[in-house]
């Protein structure tokens, strides 16, 4: 059966699993980084790669495939801008290659994502899907058709990057104001909290620094009654249906999947923001469009990325 090493770059990991043409992980292997700088990532993608390999070494693997965060020249597999790393024109791809005789593919970590929910999750007996990450930022990808969108520069599919409170909104780490990544990621959800904390002195919630506020507490919170919690989960969630009612105004999908740390919130999560979204849905028909939490969870980044090598790229079609 044929296998490929599927490499998922995370902000403070590096995951590198062995998974066969089903979509099936055989294998995972998984390394802390605690900073991203280039030297540092690259030597913990190769060590865990060289515990992938010595899995399959009877076997072999027809492929390696690396998610990176980020815009990725996929041609050479060179990272030309990840804000999240602070990485310029690195040649991942390149460095990557002397080190290994194996094939390397180098795509963005949310459309390997995308790909792997497409392919084994979520969107199979789809033609028309959109897988949003909810982690510490919004990653995206989006199927029309049975493809993968790449577009010119394979860029397509930042959709936690489109302004949905330009004008009231949190700064961005990009540098815009509102973007639904900085409104409806866990990191939203955490700012949401503090933007309201002077409202509610006797909050649970206050009883931690702020910097050592996550969004899993806020939701727990939430789901047991506190009222700064829920005050907080409610912004989170409008802020959140908003940016799905845009999505199924550009694309249309049939289904939307939901990943990454917040989704694990589930049915309290989506009952909070489905009836907003049929709302706010206005120029196609409501309901068409099914909103529901990814099934893969984290594996879908590694198994996409696997997907990827051994499909030799996202140019092949998905179906």
């Not at 120029?283 to 594996?299: F, I, S, Y």
Request: overall charge neutral.
């Amino acid at each position: 059966m044929k296998t490929a090493i599927g490499v998922d770059l995370g902000g403070s990991h590096v995951t590198a699993a062995v998974v066969d043409e089903n979509g099936k992980i055989l294998g995972s292997h998984e390394q802390d980084i605690e900073e991203h700088g280039v030297d540092v990532v690259l030597k913990a993608t190769g060590d865990m790669i060289d515990a992938a390999l010595h899995d399959r070494c009877a076997d072999g693997v027809v492929g390696i495939g690396i998610g990176s965060p980020g815009n990725i020249d996929l041609r050479s597999g060179t990272i030309r801008y990840s804000p999240n790393f602070q990485w310029e024109n690195v040649p991942l791809g390149g460095r990557l290659r002397d080190r290994f005789k194996e094939p390397i593919y180098v795509g963005n970590d949310a459309r390997c994502a995308a790909l792997g929910e497409y392919t084994y999750g979520s969107g199979r007996g789809t033609r028309n899907f959109v897988l949003l990450t909810l982690g510490t930022g919004i990653g995206g990808g989006i199927v029309a058709d049975g493809d993968l969108v790449l577009g010119t520069a394979a860029g397509a599919g930042e959709i936690g990057h489109h302004q949905i409170r330009a004008r009231d909104g949190f700064v961005c780490n990009c540098g815009k104001i509102g973007c639904f990544e900085a409104q409806a990621s866990g990191t939203g959800l955490i700012r949401h909290a503090l933007a309201v904390r002077d409202s509610f002195p006797r909050s649970t919630l206050l009883e931690r620094k702020p910097e050592k506020l996550s969004s899993k507490a806020i939701r727990k919170a939430a789901q047991a009654g506190d009222r700064h919690a829920l005050t907080a989960w409610r912004n989170f969630c409008g802020d959140l249906a908003i940016g799905v009612s845009n999505v199924i105004a550009f694309v249309n999908p049939q289904v939307i999947a939901l990943g990454g740390g917040v989704s694990t919130a589930g049915d309290f999560m989506l009952d909070s923001i489905r009836t907003r979204v049929d709302e706010l849905t206005t120029m196609v028909p409501k309901r068409e469009t099914h909103v529901v939490v990814a099934q893969l969870g984290n594996d879908a980044g590694p198994i996409g990325a696997a997907t990827m090598a051994m499909r030799g790229g996202f140019k092949t079609p998905l179906t």
